[in-house]
């Protein structure tokens, strides 16, 4: 749900003070996982928002402290009647976190049957800023989007990222590692990834904010979503028997 390291004086990843802990429900910060679609699904529309991987149990699989001094955890997700009614596939859903001086994650998928079968995927994570009126993510320069604030149109982004209002962009065709310059803060975020060809890139702005309701009081000026997924033209078709693997590596260097 948040992540600081020993040198930081504030988290990388951020948790709304008015995150909603519950079951069945999304966390509002950390890294909520979207899967096995990426938005709203293609066809149902009464299926939940981003897959439902973000919203149901998973299970400890496994822990491990690395020779580096890192901690590793494995879960899987614990599948049941109601996934298995929404998504009829043999898969499993993997996912590793390690967390030491940066953290990673890798969600692995598993196709365990005998079809193939397609995927939309993020790791939506909520990235903790200074303010968000003065921060730049660089590595998209040049990058097709798809404007999802600015009624869906496509565009291409000219020079580095920055805010003014609402902005809901999914990057496509984009393996580029980003950074986040924070001049409030003094440093930068690195977000490195691989496995992923999309770059989503999210701040709902004060009106869309305040309707959410768990955001808190100016919540939403303090995070920034730059989320490493597989969306749109570039969801993923994970072979029988076969596997895919999704993994971000976060890390932070001063400004
Ligand atoms: C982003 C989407 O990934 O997630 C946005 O591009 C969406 O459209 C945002 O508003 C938050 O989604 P949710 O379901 O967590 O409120």
Redesign the pocket.
């Known amino acids: 749900m948040t992540w600081q390291p020993a040198r930081e004086s504030a988290p990388v990843v951020w948790l709304s003070k008015l995150a909603k802990l519950a079951p069945g429900k999304?966390i509002r910060g950390g890294v909520?996982v979207?899967w096995p679609w990426f938005?709203a699904h293609a066809t149902e529309a009464g299926y939940p928002?981003?897959g439902y991987a973000r919203t149901v149990p998973w299970e400890v699989h496994g822990t491990a402290a690395t020779a580096d001094g890192a901690t590793q955890l494995t879960l899987r997700l614990c599948e049941s009647e109601q996934t298995r009614a929404m998504w009829p596939h043999a898969s499993r859903a993997e996912i590793r976190i390690t967390v030491g001086k940066t953290l990673k994650v890798a969600l692995t998928t598993h196709n365990m049957g005998d079809a193939d079968f397609v995927i939309g995927e993020?790791l939506?994570t909520y990235l903790h800023i200074g303010d968000i009126g003065e921060v730049r993510i660089l590595g998209l320069e040049g990058c097709e989007y798809m404007d999802?604030a600015g009624g869906g149109v496509r565009r291409n982004q000219e020079g580095a990222v920055t805010f003014t209002g609402e902005t809901?962009r999914?990057y496509v065709s984009t393996e580029a590692e980003c950074v986040i310059e924070d001049a409030r803060l003094q440093r930068r975020i690195r977000v490195a990834k691989s496995g992923s060809r999309s770059t989503?890139v999210?701040t709902?702005w004060a009106e869309k904010a305040d309707k959410?309701g768990d955001f808190g009081p100016d919540g939403w000026r303090a995070m920034v979503?730059v989320?490493s997924a597989n969306a749109l033209e570039n969801t993923v078709t994970v072979p029988a028997r076969g596997c895919h693997t999704l993994a971000v590596e976060y890390s932070t260097e001063p400004h």
Request: hydrophobic content about 30%; proline content about 12%; aromatic content about 6%.
């Open positions: 999304s909520p979207c938005g928002g981003h993020a939506h999802k809901d999914v989503v999210w709902p959410m979503c989320e």
